[in-house]
């Protein structure tokens, strides 16, 4: 066997198991990091096994164990062994999935998963798809549909006249993440066309204001974006509702579900996307819940023919094959890797059960998981999850809470136990809980809420 690929597989394995006995952040300083990476190139190269094993080491202690079950930062899954074992596969075929041409089993893998993927997340069958690198480039794959039919309503072509004197594009959002606003960046939208339309105190769109801002230009082309479990408590916008409304305009409603469209799957949490397969485009990520490894979010739109005009580029040498679905044509990449075998593998193995289970088993984590921190003294639970993120401060006898909640997240992200991320919500600097990870459990969770005592307590 392959001496370097051996030793990066028995690498791997010994990483992944190693989870429960390290800290889950180093936290090393960046010149120490430097001074074990930064090497002279040299003229005549190394052997690969001292490259592979100089590389594990000396990356070791900047690598945040973010793949294991005591990591609450942002929206960061893990990846289930199959999927990891499947992105080894992937790379070792070392494929292009730019066409069918290239590579004729990612093209099919792709058509095959995208099926199951709009069955699990209910949407509708004749939705096309990309397979793109993470919602990011969901968000301009979708919306450059939807910029494309907004216009062509209005008898403008954004792909061949670009958009200088195009009739301007307004785009009504509530909740959404930064990443929407850059995908209208990169597509010549800009940030100018944002309207903000006022949120309720659950932090959902206030539907009687999208109307009111619908109203004052009702021919104008628009784009309504919503959010399917926001970043800070997972909120979901009321979609049916919406949908029906924004659409009366000839809206195109898109929606950022980049964690959260995978309620969908559970029976018991269907209802906070009720109407959701009415909306235009879907962003979403599979590296996210889905527990895969990363370079894995997909677009999602509701019209196949947007979705190819925006997307497609004529290719002289491009093979004819019939009855194929070549990727470059509807996604904004040509050379890429192949994306769907990891979560081909992935879907394959868990099931439409397995994936329902580890979406409601985060959830109600989550949600044990917050209760406990809030019977510690000095802990206020801002939002009781609804999904799989909560948000709560650790509150400072002298009424300086701010610095208190950073200082109490130092010292637990300092104890190596967990790792927590901090953030600025309703002018409170807060600790989020963010759990995506299949590999937590009870007692994970336990060893954290013990830990954050300690962090407490000092
Ligand atoms: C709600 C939401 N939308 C979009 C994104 C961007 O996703 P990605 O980082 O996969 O591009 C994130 C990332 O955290 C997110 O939480």
Redesign the pocket.
Known sequence: MNPELKRAAELAVEYIESFDHQKVSEEPDPETLRNKLYKELTADGLPPLQVIDELARDARDGLLNSAGGRFFG??IGGGIPVSIAADWLTSAWDQNAAAYACSPSAAIIEEVVAGWLKDILGLPQQASYAFV?????A?VTALAAARHKVLADKGWSAEKQGLAGSPPIRVLVGEH?E??LRALRHLGIGTDAVVQVEQKDDGTINVAELKTELEKNPDMPTIVSL?A???NRGAFDPFDEVCDLAHAYNAWVHI?G??GLWVASSKRLRHLVKGIEKADSW?T?A??WLNVPYDS?IAFVADPESHKTAMTIPAAYKVEVDNVRDQFEWGPEWSRRARGIPLYAALRTLGRNGVTEMIERCCDLTRDFVLKLGELPGVEVLTTPVINQGLVRFLDPDGDHDTRTLDVITRINASGEAWFGPTLWNGMRVMRVSLSNFRTTPDDIDRVVAAVKVATET
């Not at 690198?133 to 480039?137: K, L, S, V």
Request: net charge negative; hydrophobic share 35%.
């Open positions: 942002w929206v690198t993470g919602c990011q480039m968000h993440h990443t929407l959010a479990g926001d970043l950022d980049a964690s962003a990520d590296h996210k979010g």
